[in-house]
């Protein structure tokens, strides 16, 4: 089923000029309401007046974390906060997450978004949708599950964690639909094992899966193990949260609603548009929202698009499957990490600048983090207590500001590798 | 009265302690007392050298994270019941010790000590007319 098929199937020439019209109304607003962006603006001397359709969109400055980081925590909403009503984070590339503001229009566009994606998955209000994402600051658990009721499904809000609990509940509750990030996927057909439940006697028919990067490989395998259709989702907190883009039955690249969040591919080194179907960086520019808008948002997913008519008969454009970033930013348990961050962690507890590395590996279907951290002069101490007690601290900090768990491994100095430019902070094992 | 110790820290793998006294062994420093404190993760080598200094530059020059701590040593005959004795008054008059560790040469003994108030530790044990060694005593062993 198509939710919305006047949208979801309208020509490339009504979907342009609508875009139009609503990229005018949100520069307009920003103009006038946000002061950072104005002076963005006229810094490029461009007026609203500059802007009328798409085809202007490449005028407007970009806007990244950066900016988000300056304006923490409220300093880019259009809205005063009586109109806000929710708040969503995620990571900041520092200690400061990015903090996102919805209105009750934004909620309802983004249930409104999440909706047609689960329609997309084939998803139907008969079925039993699972939810398994984290609720929280974090916006998988409640994008989806504002999207489900909205669909008139049936929504266990169990969030994430504790598997057997999730596969009593499939069993007990008949769930036929499933949302996870994808390697808890993969965790809960082990878990499946485990208990000797056969993945045949569930009713379990579609999975929907995003926050983190996955391969076609990975889809093959919770497919055959969960006995399912594996459908990729999109989105990041910036936008709206999951929902900005999905994969239809077809499983050929993910549909964004772009009568919401309109689309660009950049070259990251240039900034220049790249050509069509190149691949280049992800850039969106938010066109109703109220709370939040972005405008040229560089999502740093490198990923190319396809303007062809799907099979599906929905005229979307497609976003293949992200190839990777054009920053360092790693996604582990569906959560973004920046080395940045742990950094500030470490010269917290020292003057002089840490030396240390990022592993993330695989370990059957979850994602591991080590932290190596060269012990320094200043970290030294001869007692083993109190080594103890900084990896203690170490490992604490780090994982209060990630919200995941860390191995903290004291090492000798200049056992990490230095090279001649950037340091190497990461080494990611995973075969993703 | 105060002994320096050096102290290295040492992750957990094979040859590193080797590596430590090749270290010292080419700079021509002798190693008194030796003893390694290790946990699942790194260890700790304590060491009492001739020439400390000399010590501390050649492993910090071979990138070794290493600190001088202030120790005491004590030397009590090796019999029975000695250092009994001694920590007894220690913990009497409420020194803490942090990690100790001792060698016996012969008739004696010496005990190396690091206590958590290095000044009141050497002050109890001298009025208890125990005896301590000396830094230029005790490298001559």
């Given at each position: ?59 407007l400055p970009f806007t990244t974390k950066i900016d988000l980081r300056d304006n923490y925590p409220f300093g880019l909403f259009t809205v ?59 916006t998988g658990g409640l994008g989806l599950h504002y999207g489900t009721e909205n669909l008139g499904a049936s929504v266990i809000p169990i ?164 190839k990777g970033r054009s920053d360092d930013m790693l996604i582990i348990r569906g959560v973004n990490v920046f080395p940045s961050q742990i ?90 | ?141």
């Amino acid at each position: 089923m198509i939710w919305n098929e006047k949208i979801e199937c309208a020509t490339r020439g009504e979907m342009r000029l609508l875009q139009g019209e609503r990229l005018r109304e949100t520069v307009q607003r920003i103009y006038h309401n946000v002061p950072s962006y104005r002076k963005k603006m006229q810094a490029v001397g461009l007026t609203p007046a500059d802007i009328l359709s798409v085809d202007d969109l490449a005028k407007l400055p970009f806007t990244t974390k950066i900016d988000l980081r300056d304006n923490y925590p409220f300093g880019l909403f259009t809205v005063p906060m009586s109109e806000i009503v929710r708040l969503h984070a995620s990571s900041g590339t520092t200690g400061k997450p990015t903090v996102v503001g919805y209105t009750r229009k934004d909620i309802q566009m983004w249930a409104e978004v999440v909706t047609r994606s689960l329609c997309m998955a084939g998803v139907h209000r008969n079925d039993v949708v699972q939810i398994a994402y984290g609720y929280g600051l974090f916006t998988g658990g409640l994008g989806l599950h504002y999207g489900t009721e909205n669909l008139g499904a049936s929504v266990i809000p169990i969030s994430g964690g504790n598997t057997s609990k999730q596969i009593q509940l499939m069993e007990d509750f008949g769930s036929s639909v499933i949302c996870c990030t994808p390697s808890y996927a993969l965790n809960i057909a082990e878990v499946l094992k485990e208990m000797k439940v056969d993945p045949a006697t569930l009713k379990l028919r579609v999975g929907i899966f995003g926050a983190e990067p996955w391969s076609e490989a990975m889809r093959k395998e919770i497919e055959a193990k969960l006995q399912i259709k594996a459908i990729d989702i999109y989105g990041l907190s910036e936008i709206v949260g999951p929902g900005v883009s999905c994969e239809c039955e077809h499983q050929c690249g993910m549909h964004i609603n772009e009568d919401h969040f309109l689309p660009e591919i950049i070259d990251p080194e240039t900034l220049q548009p790249v050509a069509p179907g190149e691949l280049g960086e992800l850039v969106f520019t938010t066109i109703t929202k109220e709370g939040i808008p972005l405008i040229r948002y560089r999502t740093r997913d490198l990923t190319r698009l396809i303007y062809d008519k799907c099979e599906c008969g929905r005229t979307l454009v497609r976003m293949q499957k992200c190839k990777g970033r054009s920053d360092d930013m790693l996604i582990i348990r569906g959560v973004n990490v920046f080395p940045s961050q742990i950094e500030t962690v470490l010269l917290q507890m020292s003057e002089v600048e840490p030396h240390y590395l990022m592993i993330v590996e695989r370990e059957g279907t979850l994602d591991t983090l080590t932290l190596m951290v060269e012990v320094q002069e200043q970290f030294f101490s001869d007692e083993v207590r109190k080594l103890q007690e900084l990896r203690m601290k170490i490992t604490r900090s780090i994982e209060s500001i990630l919200g995941i768990s860390v191995n903290v491994k004291l090492v000798e100095p200049k056992t990490i590798e230095r090279t001649a430019g950037k340091a190497q902070r990461v080494i990611d094992k995973r075969r993703l | 009265m105060l002994i320096k110790q050096l102290s290295v820290f040492l992750e957990n793998k094979s040859g590193r302690l080797n590596e430590v006294s090749n270290i010292l062994g080419q700079a021509g420093i002798n190693m008194s007392a030796f003893t390694v404190a290790d946990t699942s993760e790194f260890g700790i080598l304590r060491l009492l050298v001739a020439d400390h200094e000399k010590a501390y530059k050649v492993l910090r020059e071979n990138f070794f994270s290493v600190s001088l701590t202030d120790v005491v040593c004590l030397n009590c005959p090796n019999e029975p019941g000695a250092l009994g004795k001694a920590l007894q008054i220690l913990s009497d008059n409420e020194v803490a010790i942090e990690y100790l560790y001792a060698y016996s040469v012969g008739e004696s003994a010496n005990v190396v000590i690091k206590p958590d108030n290095i000044g009141k530790c050497i002050k109890v044990l001298q009025e208890h007319q125990l005896e301590l060694v000396k830094a230029s005593d005790l490298y001559k062993i």
